[in-house]
């Protein structure tokens, strides 16, 4: 009989102990996490972290504490990324010249492959090609004929050398067959002031961060370039539709950990992040500012992101990027 009720003891204890082994990160999170944008505040980086990171904490249980760290192409961040302990505190949130600087800075303490975990992309932001009203440009036609006219007189901005942001520039140049000096800045902030002010011709900034100075007429839109058109300003055709082949490029943001950090936390961490994403406040907010939804599975963002440095690797050279 003492046997008996032993046997069903342990059987009555069996189910607790299955339900808490499908927990995937046990005890995690258990105090505050740190988000590392690798780029200054007011990037489209730095807001689409925002954007994300209230509604994932709450999601989590816990505070998300953003921190950035600005400089050389992202990879000032990135290592600090990459040297933090792989526990699931410390995540990176960064663009797609995540994967560019893997060519631009080739002697970093990191390597991009090796030393990251992707987690999913956030969005996907679309540049604009923004110029002052006082240029006197009004389309893409009036600024090629206007760069072509002084061969080398254009000058565009970016937000830092191989960021995303002179990629696409690099792209639209190639593909319009002009000349012109790039103008590097410390972020987007900075380099939308010189360019309001006239000081530089044009910068392909994220939607998200120029959309106030388009509707106060401070600055002029005179094309996405993206694959498609924005959400955001469904009426500005794209760099291609107006007539400048390959110059589309995609400029996204995702969410990595460093490669070490447990598989149940990596899982936690992707599906509480998808939720933030599929929340329709999020997805509102998002549409408004002209960043569109991309999502994947941390295997297939890995998988992405691989596919990528190859493809920027070419464009890099193509556009005789030296960052040094």
């Not at 990879?75 to 990324?81: D, E, F, N, P, Y």
Request: charged fraction near 15%.
């Amino acid at each position: 009989m003492k046997k008996l009720a032993v046997t069903i003891a342990a059987l009555t204890l069996t189910p607790p102990a299955i339900a808490q082994s499908t927990d995937t990160a046990p005890g995690w999170p258990n105090k505050t996490l740190r988000m590392v944008v690798p780029f200054t505040p007011g990037s489209g980086t730095d807001a689409v972290a925002r954007m994300v990171t209230e509604r994932l904490g709450a999601q989590l249980g816990q505070t998300i504490v953003i921190e950035n760290r600005p400089g050389a192409g992202g990879t000032i961040g990135m290592a600090v990324v990459a040297k933090a302990n792989p526990d699931g505190y410390t995540i990176l949130v960064h663009s797609s010249s995540y994967t560019v600087t893997p060519t631009t800075y080739p002697n970093t303490p990191y390597d991009t492959l090796r030393d990251f975990s992707g987690i999913t992309p956030l969005s996907n932001l679309p540049n604009v090609l923004v110029i002052a009203p006082s240029k006197g440009i009004r389309s893409v036609k009036d600024l090629i004929a206007s760069a072509k006219a002084k061969p080398g007189s254009l000058t565009y901005a970016s937000a830092g050398a191989g960021s995303a942001t002179q990629l696409n520039a690099e792209r639209f140049r190639m593909g319009a067959g002009l000349e012109g000096t790039h103008v590097p800045f410390k972020g987007t902030p900075e380099a939308l002031t010189d360019v309001i002010a006239g000081r530089i011709d044009i910068y392909f900034c994220p939607v998200i961060s120029v959309l106030q100075f388009l509707k106060e007429g401070r600055l002029l839109g005179l094309a996405v370039g993206s694959t498609k058109r924005s959400s955001a300003l469904p009426d500005l055709q794209t760099t291609v539709e107006a007539g400048v082949p390959n110059s589309d490029y995609n400029f996204w943001v995702g969410m990595a950990v460093p490669s070490k950090t447990p598989g149940g936390v990596i899982t936690k961490l992707h599906q509480n992040t998808i939720k933030t994403l599929q929340a329709a406040d999020i997805t509102e907010r998002m549409a408004k500012l002209g960043a569109e939804q991309m999502q994947m599975t941390p295997r297939e963002f890995d998988a992405y992101i691989k596919k990528e440095i190859g493809s920027n690797a070419a464009l890099v050279k193509a556009a005789k990027i030296n960052v040094n």
